[in-house]
């Protein structure tokens, strides 16, 4: 006789699942997915669709917590272990559970605020076919060529603009080593994405990524030419993720006053971010974690605290942040897509790292990327202190590892760290520092100096 197993979340409830031998049963991954979705913030009767669905438990948690649920699997014995385990909870009716098979006859209705789904995560094993019956391979196996993610992502992307621009994704997905079902799919087809939560089962890295529509349906404001995009910037709308990309910029400025030199062709942007980010993040913490973004896009090197240049220490572009009467926070970004010299005055391009790539394509990368940090997604939370800073000291730390050190009135410094302030932490022969800003500070790169 098949027994019941007990399943628990603080503050949701306590149910009895039945799963048979035919069905996915719950596991470390299930209960992961299911405690994120217990800590989701979403109106009463919100509609949500899961996606393979299994035992059931992820229906269950999710009727228990008021959304409205469709929930569909390819395996008809799955749809009756849902249907039967959700009657057993005292769940009846209060749920839609069909067999269907997402890309191929599954209907998404049009105001669906959230898809959840489990992907299975599992290599074919071409060396041993015929081991899973083919059920059991569709729960627990992944397909090549983009995985069923990308069977997903096609489906969005091919349907309702309004449904995928709105629509919170969350899956299961396992990142080390990356499967066939990949986050930088996402990313090349304009979602940003959060790590919701993450747990390593010997050498396999599974973690929970929350996808979403980058700007939610707030496009970029662009112009032909302006003097300062930070400026334009100020006239941003106060609601949504807001941007400005500027064609041509004559009069930029960089940090303290100073002017910014960029030959047009260049990145001239600013993004307008709520104030209230203030309350959890600092300025200067808010300045690196940008940094961090801009130069991975970039491909190239961050150095403390707001510049991005090449391995030679050369400067390709900067990231500034200002702020003025708590209303919004504005991060600029300017970067040159070639070298140039004016005088004394040299500046490199991204075309040394990244080639021919032209300005709106740098700009939807590093959009995505400041999305996927500061955009304030009512559903999900926002990201924690401890990762800007890890995020930021990860891409400092590629000038760094080089053996750069710092000079500061006649004395020899080597950074060590990245205060949640946004401070750099360096140690020098007597005591250990901190510095605030780049006054009197110079920086000493092998084989360059800057």
């Known amino acids: 006789m098949m027994e019941a197993e007990r399943f628990r979340i603080d503050g949701v409830g306590e149910w ?4 048979p031998p035919t069905v996915y049963p719950p596991r470390e991954d299930t209960m992961m997915l299911c405690h994120v979705i217990s800590k989701l913030s979403s109106q009463s009767s919100a509609k949500v669709l899961e996606v393979g669905c299994g035992s059931g438990l992820v229906s269950i948690v999710l009727t228990t917590l008021g959304w409205e649920v469709t929930a569909c699997d390819v395996n008809p014995y799955a749809v009756a272990c849902t249907r039967g385990n959700l009657d057993a909870n005292g769940l009846s009716g209060k749920a839609r559970i069909i067999e269907a098979e997402i890309g191929v006859d599954l209907p998404i209705q049009e105001d669906t605020e959230l898809i959840v789904w489990n992907l299975p995560y599992l290599d074919e094993d071409v060396s041993n076919p015929g081991i899973l019956e083919k059920i059991e391979e569709a729960a627990l196996t992944d397909i090549p060529q983009g995985g069923w993610g990308g069977v997903l992502l096609h489906t969005l992307e091919n349907i309702s603009t309004t449904l995928s621009e709105n629509v919170m994704v969350i899956l299961v997905m396992r990142t080390e080593p990356e499967g066939n079902s990949r986050v930088r799919d996402w990313e090349a087809s304009g979602w940003s994405w959060r790590s919701l939560s993450m747990e390593r089962y010997g050498s396999e890295k599974v973690e929970i990524i929350g996808f979403w529509r980058t700007g939610s349906g707030f496009e970029a404001t662009i112009i032909d030419s302006c003097k ?15 941007r400005v990309l500027s064609s041509k910029q004559t009069n930029g400025r960089g940090r303290r006053g100073s002017d910014w030199i960029s030959d047009e062709g260049g990145l001239f942007a600013t993004w307008s971010l709520d104030a209230e980010l203030l309350d959890r993040f600092s300025p200067g913490l808010i300045q690196t974690g940008a940094g961090a973004v801009v130069s991975e896009v970039l491909e190239a090197n961050m150095k403390w605290p707001n510049d991005i240049v090449n391995e030679n220490g050369v400067k390709i572009g900067g990231v500034l942040v200002e702020s003025s009467n708590n209303s919004t926070i504005r991060v600029g970004v300017g970067a040159n ?16 790292t990244l080639g021919d790539v032209d300005c709106s394509e740098v700009f939807r990368r590093i959009d995505r990327g400041l999305s996927s940090i500061f955009e304030t997604k009512k559903m999900i939370a926002s990201v924690e202190i401890y990762f800007l800073s890890q995020l930021s000291w990860m891409e400092l730390s590629r000038l760094l590892s080089r053996g750069t050190l710092i000079s500061h009135d006649g004395k020899l410094y080597r950074p060590t760290g990245l205060k949640n302030s946004g401070e750099l932490e360096v140690v020098g022969i007597v005591d250990k520092e901190g510095f605030q800003d780049l006054d009197g500070i110079g920086w000493i790169i092998p084989e360059s100096f800057v």
């Open 337 to 352: 897509r070639t070298g140039f010299v004016e005088g004394v005055v040299a500046g490199a391009g991204w075309d040394e």
């Open 228 to 242: 300062s995009t930070m400026d334009e910037a100020e006239r941003l709308p106060r609601i949504g993720w807001q």
């Open 16 to 19: 009895e699942v039945f799963v």
